[in-house]
T-cell receptor, first 117, second 111 residues
Framework: DGGITQSPKYLFRKEGQNVTLSCEQNLNHDAMYWYRQDPGQGLRLIYYSQIVNDFQKGDIAEGYSVSREKKESFPLTVTSAQKNPTAFYLC???????FGFGTDTQYFGPGTRLTVL | DAKTTQPTSMDCAEGRAANLPCNHSTISGNEYVYWYRQIHSQGPQYIIHGLKNNETNEMASLIITEDRKSSTLILPHATLRDTAVYYCIVRVEKAGNMLTFGGGTRLMVKP
């Protein structure tokens, strides 16, 4: 069953703690993305990666970090430096990466809702 | 990426076709029209996309006007599970190009 998985679905953390959100895909996609969505708002890009061991900042990267050690995985760490981390976090992937092959249609995971208490 | 304009909300009777319009009068020649939908508290779901020609897949049809300044997403037989917010996006298709969701159309399918 191919797709994008995110875990956990709901996450609660105390203020000041770092937390890592998981994103895994078995679609053999080169590119992966992290977005943030706030209530009633659109998507804002945090980070994206077009190839293993490389990633770029999006519009709101401050207070977040990522790694891309494997093609299938793109974990996002929300650090204590992120001033307002409570949000719905969405991971996406698309076939086309740095080499330009395949489509750029982005497919999304189910999301992780992070609440900082 | 070009800006899009969609109605805030629409109703549709179950079993009838749902026609969702989108205006994108400033679209460029290399920008595609994409449609996604988002059911409450779930990740967005890709529906369909196109450049110039009309497109159809198992979920929907996309009709793009000849001047490409507007498009219509058609759900041929709407069901209650199609109740969602539908987003029309125009963008250049390239890796790393983020998706920009506007306000979207809240479609309510009623029995």
């Amino acid at each position: 069953d191919g797709g994008i998985t995110q875990s956990p679905k709901y996450l609660f953390r105390k203020e000041g703690q770092n937390v890592t959100l998981s994103c895994e895909q078995n679609l053999n996609h080169d590119a992966m993305y992290w977005y943030r969505q706030d209530p009633g708002q659109g998507l804002r890009l945090i980070y994206y990666s077009q190839i293993v061991n490389d990633f770029q900042k999006g519009d709101i990267a401050e207070g977040y970090s990522v790694s891309r050690e494997k093609k299938e995985s793109f974990p996002l760490t929300v650090t204590s430096a992120q001033k307002n981390p409570t949000a719905f976090y969405l991971c996406a992937s698309s076939m086309r990466g740095s080499f330009g092959f395949g489509t750029d249609t982005q497919y999304f995971g189910p999301g992780t809702r992070l609440t900082v208490l | 990426d070009a800006k899009t304009t969609q109605p805030t909300s629409m109703d549709c009777a179950e079993g009838r076709a749902a026609n969702l319009p989108c205006n994108h009068s400033t679209i460029s020649g290399n920008e595609y029209v994409y449609w996604y939908r988002q059911i409450h508290s779930q990740g967005p779901q890709y529906i369909i996309h196109g450049l110039k020609n009309n497109e159809t897949n198992e979920m929907a049809s996309l009709i793009i006007t000849e001047d490409r300044k507007s498009s219509t997403l058609i759900l041929p037989h709407a069901t209650l599970r199609d109740t969602a917010v539908y987003y029309c996006i125009v963008r250049v298709e390239k890796a790393g190009n983020m998706l920009t969701f506007g306000g979207g159309t809240r479609l309510m399918v009623k029995p």
